[in-house]
């Protein structure tokens, strides 16, 4: 196979990785973090040329800003690398543990799983991120990111080696399939000797592929169709403010809302400024014929089809639906939903309390927007992505969410009768 050199070299790597010190992680992290500042103008030059490429490609306008590196967004990969840094070990952690009956004293500790395989789309900063975790938490990691992020991976990817060269790390810990045709990809989800678990981030053809092709254990990291729901008692301020931050403040983002359902004794008092500032911050909104009647004929407000519900838009577009009880809410939710955030937004604590227990989603938000669910703002520093699914982990992935376990059991010469 063209790349088993390449997994046996990750493979003896991750094992070299995992019996690191903290202290020596910590110090490639802080190497990395250096190496992202004094590369800032090389990796703005390789980004223009994605850019550029997106552009003569057709790419849409929310594709291009989510392959963007401005110097906003090397600060913002600084600052994680920072965080990922300042964080606990978690290698080594004891659980559990104790002494039994029979006299044998056990602990349960965190270990790396091994090594990683990330497959992603556009976000170059998926690069640094997933590198940083793995790094904190002794894991070996194979990147596969999207063509269309190619120059600025390769960039990327330089300064984590310089990094790890710095840093006397193995520098083979971190590997790049680069531009690989898929048919060579299903076959290396196929390497469960070399890799320990794959994670794909992406839209729904990308998780289609990896979990029919793998033989390794995934961890997926779905579509985000969010929704937010305005119960009868929601503060219509809080409403305006949550629906537009989880909507527009950054639309292709995974945790942003496509779908809002308000309670019918809501609908006077919040419906019309709802979608009028939905629409003066550029969001289009379908709805039902029930609410163009409402509302009358407006530039951006049009009728919503069956196909916009559950449907990712990962743009400023929003559906929107009048429900007449929350179990008409939790139902809408329950069917089109992806399980990934929920928002409720009320004043009863019943109302909150019954939809926090009733909702599947790897984070539910009462009276928040669902842009927190987000490993950063949870306190993970960065994430590997966000799992929608229940094992081994659901939610934001961080460094912690890395690991696995194993027992130690000592003895005096114990035996089992």
Known sequence: MEYA?????????????????????????ECLANE????????????????????????????????????????????AVKEIKSQPEVLGEVISGGVRPSGITIAQVRIPLGVVCIIYESRPNVTIDTAALCIKSGNAILLKGGKEAHHSN?????????????????????????LIAREDLARILQQRAYIDVVIPRGGAGLIEFVTTHSKIPVIFHD???????????????????????????RPSACNAIECILIHRDSVGEILPDLVATLLANGVQVRAQAEVLALLGERDGLSLASASDFGVEFGDKIIALKIVESMQQALEHIDQYG???SEIIITQSLDSAREFCDYVDASAVFVNASSRFND???????AEMGISTQKLHTRGPMGAVHLTTTKYLIHGNGSIRI
């Open 338 to 340: 992806s399980k990934h």
């Open 5 to 29: 050199s390449t997994l046996q070299a990750l493979q003896q790597a991750s094992k070299i990785l995992a019996h690191t010190s903290a202290k020596m992680r910590n110090y490639a992290l």
């Open 36 to 79: 992202l500042e004094s590369s800032r103008a090389i990796l703005q030059e390789e980004n223009a040329k994605d850019i550029a490429n997106a552009r003569e490609n057709g790419l849409s306008q929310a594709m291009i800003d989510r392959l963007r590196i401005d110097d906003s967004a090397i600060t913002s990969m600084i600052q």
């Open 375 to 381: 490993g950063g703002e949870l306190g993970l520093g």
């Open 154 to 178: 390769t960039a990327l990817l330089a300064c984590i080696k310089r990094a790890l060269d710095s840093s006397s790390l193995p520098r083979e810990c971190v590997q790049s399939l680069g």
């Open 223 to 249: 579509k985000g169709v969010c929704h937010a729901y305005i119960d009868s008692s929601a503060s219509k301020q809080h409403a305006l403010d949550i629906c537009l931050n989880a909507k527009a403040s």
